[in-house]
């Protein structure tokens, strides 16, 4: 679950990261309100899940009441464009916060190597500026420190990347604490990614979150149910929506640029069978992993969920059954297509392991006959989607 | 020979009353997996219906069956505390079926459980075939055999070793290493193992788009292993950037995990990578010939 | 730091630890507004630091406010005594709990293991009885875990001990979460010491913390400011008062039966002194540890807080110095005995070590020769004593 | 020979330009303790008057001088800290002079931290008499030789090794383990270094009342150091119970760490228990004769 910045600098403050005075708002009443209460110069700030809204004009300076709102008229119902985005996110809210004085701006991250299988610490003196890009600059500018899980966050960790990076003399003091909140949020809240890019240096000598992005794993989200709540608040992926809403995971539903519908239990398999669609000349319409020992009333739902899009105009169903058992398959598949409302579209199912053979016979008794093989299914499919 | 576990190896079930537990339990004790009984507190005294006794704790279960490997069926929530637990009872290989353990329940349990083998979580298992088998994978499909299998996804193994095994080409030890986030044992474990298995003659590698551990077993396998033919897979390679397919692992971004980054990492070390699961016989036989019978 | 139980039933809480219903008060008028409000059994419970409170007449069953207000008159006021605390100890304030129908009581503890470096867990079916007798009658009957500090708490834990312990199952839903909490506590606040004596199952099937001691370690306290001020709200040792008040540790100065001042540096030497007081036929009045590093200053107000006992009649100052500076004693010495209203005393000095010799040139300059070892010192300390 | 330290050991001062830090590490190095550098944090860059070079971090100052020691002078607060960033940084044995460390932050440090040597912390170091001294003891009372020496308090330990050296016993090492509740050497510990030590050829263990580490003491050395005369002392044996006397251990509470118990614990082990420090010498002699020179 990505976290917009507001959000990120709500749970900044909690573990007493300092964040810019300021406020949040969908309302430019609220703005004009505000700066008029707080006169001097402030930043307007698009709320967007997408990168890149500096560029795509969602960032605005107002000093004064009176501009703020005009700025936040504009602003709030923008579509904003970028070029991983080009179908754009409309501006719902803005986080209006005080202009600082900026002195130097440094960059600090968390993340989970995978492969270290630790939590790893990059800490940067260039902030502010995109990370990838001095990651694939100058990678020496910026300091890795992996953490080891049983002993957690020590502020010796926090002195010797500010020294390692060459932060500016400023940041020494107040950095291995802000470094130690930013890693108990990482931790307390279960984050694939907690970052500040720009961490500013002021001018009078503070050290701010000037900015907030934090990625919280999905799988942890049931400790922190008022966080989780959050995500019906945000635009959430579509496609993550309504795999949850039929009882999948977020990630076991994506809409791809096809127009054969794919249902497959395993990720592996799922993404296997759309390499082969790809493989005999077709395209897949999306990926479905209904997971491992889904029952009919899953698989049913799922085969509604895909031929709810339009652009879908065969099916694949590859099941190679470990812990889903075919049985269970078979039934759903012959439940949705007995249903009343459902949109039927040429299908091709494959069916074999656990109780593939009960499946089989579940499926022989409503007419239907499966494929042997998952080329086999991939070419049938793609020469249903073309007509033939 | 094979690797992590053999026709020896004392297997306890965490979980075994409950519906999938129970349900892989009888599956595993009819390929001939030794079963010695199972866990699931408060029905401790009592037995199953095949005849194996449960215990309230792991310590209980390894205390009076001398149990070395354990196959956890558990929520989510409860597979930190059972992974502790079973490392706590001395337990030296666990296979963590569980799906969607919190990363930093997994992060925690990894820098704390040395010496402890885990596989997965989110994993289809472990099996020798003809030996012994310790996971949810349907046995029908594998055949005794030389070559060394290892699979991030569960249901792409059956469909991979489902060719192998038409094709003859029996297994020493299938591993499937999981797709969540933080797993255990990695393809480079793995394929340490392997190495050191005089019997396993030939691997295959069936990897996915997303993450480095493609590369590093590429890596490993030019530094370490030049003896053994070695063929690769890369699943998810028509997926569009930046979407999220399922496994953690699945999503490319940037430059790493990239189905490219990955195909050249597999051709630098001199491993032929198949573009389709039915091609991998074929590609495995080149590198073997004489093929086998 | 020892707290009192309805302190330990406020960090009870704290963590989610399920403490009975009841109220805290210092005035008899309160007990009789709770009871009128809440009608029901209940239980006066005197908070006092000391053990063995049921047996000495602490705590009271009322079943009406006028009861109740009749018994909290008799309680608030009276001194407890017991074989431990024959000096008894003021009841200043009620805890009023209600009575609960129990079906059964545990016991439960967390503490240091100094030897196995690690936190110990002791469970035992056996609660509301005295653990220690426990222990010796039936050591197997009291469970015990060790849990390695790198991993922490996990609930596996708790299932192990309740099953080991044969706790009743009721107690086992509940168990490894509360235990949970305590471990929480126990790390969280620096325990030495957590207990829950006994832990209830009541008749209605809760599991609650009838009882709450808990020890904080003064070395971490200063993570809890807030808990720390509890300290002077509770009757604290006197003695620890004064070596706080003078900037010592709490447990740097402790009143003794015998009548000879000892000030020494470092708590082995302190020790060490007041044996060689014993061997030579004395008694010390106290033992004081100046630490390592003293300055003058520290010396003078120690000096002055021994001679404040009116009991010591000779005074022996020993010093050893490592990091402790000779000529800093020294100093602090003169200072004392140059004070206005400073209480001479006939006083012994040993001075060795780091410094040693600035130091005896300081004395010497004062008319004051030291002597040179400790032996010498007590028989010399013991002679003044008696007045020879 | 000596344990712990020698004339080669590299130490390095963590907190080198504070007041308790600095004035010591004059003493170290006059000396001849090979401080080759120091750690205080914004000072890296710099050298203190006799040379030596300041680092910002413990990691800086290994990398440049190949540091395998380290001694702390940090407030109580910076402890664990401290001694977390001497093992990440590759210290082998960390000398905590530091008092009053919070016991939950030693377990921890304690719990993670294997591979490196604590002394301390609330303790007075280690000396290798003629060879070097990590630690805040008064050098010149010390003398090279052939006694191990094991204490809990500092200045009892000065008390003590005053006397072996007017008395003619020199010391081959002396470990000061320190008072607070947990430590990261203990008696047992040392024990064992020292048995197998060839030129420690006696030893004297001070303990005090509370805790068991004394009675741990005695049990190694009855089990293990047969050959090597052995002379104890229990400090606080004249003190009430229930009394809190300085060293968190110092409390006698129950049945545990009674001085009886303690010195019944060294009679059944065969070691004499000295009545005055000022009785070592003479015990050892006994133990030892003929006399020394």
């Known amino acids: ?388 | 020979m094979s690797i992590y576990l053999d026709k020896n190896s004392k297997v306890i079930v965490q979980g075994i009353t409950g519906r999938e537990g129970a349900f892989h339990t009888q599956r595993m004790l009819a390929y001939g997996t030794q079963i010695v009984g199972g866990v699931t507190p408060g029905k401790g005294g009592t037995t199953i219906e095949t005849g194996q006794p449960v215990f309230d704790t792991v310590k209980d279960a390894v205390d009076a069956t001398g149990a070395t490997h354990s196959i956890l069926f558990v929520p989510p929530f409860a597979g930190a505390d059972a992974l502790w637990e079973a490392y706590d009872a001395g337990i030296t290989l666990a296979v963590c079926i569980t799906e969607g353990i919190p990363a930093h329940d997994m992060l925690r349990v990894v820098a704390t459980t040395s010496g402890m083998r885990i596989i997965g979580g989110n994993c289809p298992g472990v099996i020798s075939p003809g030996k012994s088998l310790v996971g949810i994978m349907p046995g029908h499909i594998f055949k005794e055999g030389n070559v060394g299998m290892i699979s991030r996804s569960g249901t792409l193994t059956y469909e991979i070793v489902d060719g192998l095994t038409r094709a003859g080409f029996g297994q020493s030890t299938c591993v499937g290493i999981g797709g969540d986030p933080i797993i255990g044992t990695t393809f480079v474990d793995c394929l340490r193992a392997f190495a050191n298995d005089p019997e396993t003659t030939a691997l295959v590698v069936a990897g996915e788009i997303g993450g480095s551990d493609e590369e590093d077993a590429a890596a490993f396998i030019q530094a370490h292993i030049p003896d053994k033919p070695v063929v690769a897979f890369i699943g998810g390679r028509s997926a569009p950037k930046g979407k999220r397919l399922g496994h953690a692992g699945a999503i490319i971004s940037g430059n790493t995990g990239t189905p490219e980054s990955k195909v050249k990492a597999f051709a630098d070390a001199g491993v032929p990578v198949a573009d389709r699961p039915s091609d991998i016989p074929r590609l495995l036989a080149e590198r073997l010939k004489p093929i086998p019978a």
Do not use: C
Request: aromatic fraction near 6%; charge should be negative; proline fraction near 4%.
């Open chain 1, 1 to 388: 679950m990505k976290l917009m910045e507001y959000q990120g600098k709500d749970l900044f403050r909690r573990v007493g990261i300092p964040t810019p005075n300021g406020v949040y708002t969908t309302d430019a009443g609220d703005v004009k309100a505000y700066l008029t209460e707080h006169p001097g110069s402030w930043v307007l700030k698009s709320q967007v899940m997408m990168g890149g809204r500096g560029k795509a004009g969602g960032i605005k300076f107002a000093d004064d009441a009176q501009q703020g709102e005009t700025l936040a008229r504009e602003l709030l119902g923008k579509v904003l464009k970028s070029v991983q985005n080009p179908d754009g996110e409309e501006v719902k809210s803005l986080l209006v916060e005080e202009k600082v004085d900026i002195a130097s701006e440094a960059y600090v991250s968390i993340t989970i190597d995978r492969a270290a299988k630790k939590p790893v610490v990059m800490v940067s003196r260039f902030g502010g500026m995109d990370v990838e890009e001095v990651a694939e600059k100058n990678p020496d500018d910026i300091k890795k420190y992996w953490v080891d899980a049983s002993i957690g966050y020590s502020p010796y960790i926090g002195r010797r990347l500010a020294f390692a990076a060459e932060l500016p003399a400023g940041y020494r003091k107040g950095f291995p604490a802000i470094l130690g909140a930013l890693y108990t949020l990482f931790m307390d809240y279960g984050a694939n990614l907690v970052e500040i890019n720009p961490l500013v240096l002021t001018k009078d000598g503070r050290v701010i979150a000037s900015d907030a992005k934090v990625e919280l794993d999905d799988n942890g989200l049931y400790k922190h149910p008022e966080i989780a709540q959050w995500n019906s608040e945000s635009p959430a992926d579509e496609d993550q929506a309504a795999a949850v809403a039929i009882g999948l995971g977020m990630s076991n539903y994506a809409k791809l640029g096809g127009t054969i519908g794919v249902i497959a239990n395993g990720a592996g398999l799922g993404m296997g069978t759309m390499d082969a669609i790809r493989s005999a000349g077709g395209e897949a319409a999306n990926f479905l992993d209904i997971g491992g020992g889904a029952q009919a009333d899953l698989v049913k739902k799922s085969y509604n969920l895909v031929t709810s899009d339009p652009r879908v105009n065969a099916m694949f169903i590859n099941i190679f059954g470990g812990i889903t058992r075919g049985d269970q398959v078979a039934r759903g598949i012959v439940e949705a297509l007995a249903g009343d409302d459902v949109r039927k579209v040429p299908l091709v199912v494959r069916l074999t392991g656990t109780n593939a053979e009960e499946g089989r016979r579940i499926l022989d008794a409503a007419g239907f006959v499966p494929v042997e093989t998952m080329d086999e299914g991939a070419a049938r499919a793609v020469a249903l989607a073309n007509g033939r």
